[in-house]
């Protein structure tokens, strides 16, 4: 069936003035939703048809307009760019997807295509911003495939942070923790969005904890364990290489008036006894051993009925 002819009536029309229309197909939204097109009216009136029919046939041929990218993640390191896409699930009928980047302020795109979710560059120059656009590549199924918006993209940050300083502190009435002041810089602050911020014992115990800040320096309590530290700096395109330090352990760690908190009996190099006297009752327990041959150990355990534990030793 041939389009109906599309007829606007308004007493706010001019012949002489120029004009643009706006036609929406409300029904299928998969197809051909929007057409546009600009003119003097006494001239538009030998057009519309022809217009309205070609986004007719173009939702009888099944044809699909996707739209830009749902969600577009970018990664820069090693001078290569590397781009994930996410699109809607109504434009997943596309195969291929078309991108383009240039230099900031630069003149000469540079285009290629691949697969719908992934797509590499190479050789970008690590100080240089760069601008990227997104679309389907266009093809008999889906002719309507828009530019995304301009993705701008800020240079790599191929340097580390420099740690200045970690600090130590005691903490009035707090026996076993210690107040850790934890300063650095980074050279081109400027292109910085923040700081990621990990710390965990050396021993390898986990939780390794992450802190995200925008600052230049840290306050952290923590215990009397030595403490691996690592910095790296962010922005929306690429992660720093980090920094890193270890933080030594505290020495003559226990504070005891009595003396008798805690016994330790060794049986032979392969194990040996804890004894405690607890003045508060506790029932997740840490245990560090280190010398200066061997590693740091740590041992973990649970304990709710008795005040001792015999620890099989490894590797000593």
Known sequence: MPPKPLKIESDRLYENQNMTVHVVDKRNQSGCPKASFRGF???LSKFTPNIVLICTLNVQNNSVALHPPKNVSFLRRSRRLEVNVTWKQEDVKATEIYLRYKALNGVLWNESSTAMEKWTAENLHPSLSYVVQIRCRPNARCPQCPW???YTLPPELNVQPVILS???????????CRLLLISWKFPYRELVDGYNVTIGKASGELPSNGITTSQLQLRLIVSYSAYQLQITAFNKASTSPAASQTIPPRKHMVSDSGGKKLNVTFHSNKSLTLTWRDTQKYVCYSVELSSREHKTQYFTFFENKKNYRLITLKGL
Not at 166 to 176: A, K, L, Q, S, T
């Open 41 to 43: 009216p006494k001239h």
């Open 148 to 150: 995304s918006p301009l």
């Open 166 to 176: 970690v600090e130590d502190n005691d903490i009035p009435g707090r026996h076993g």
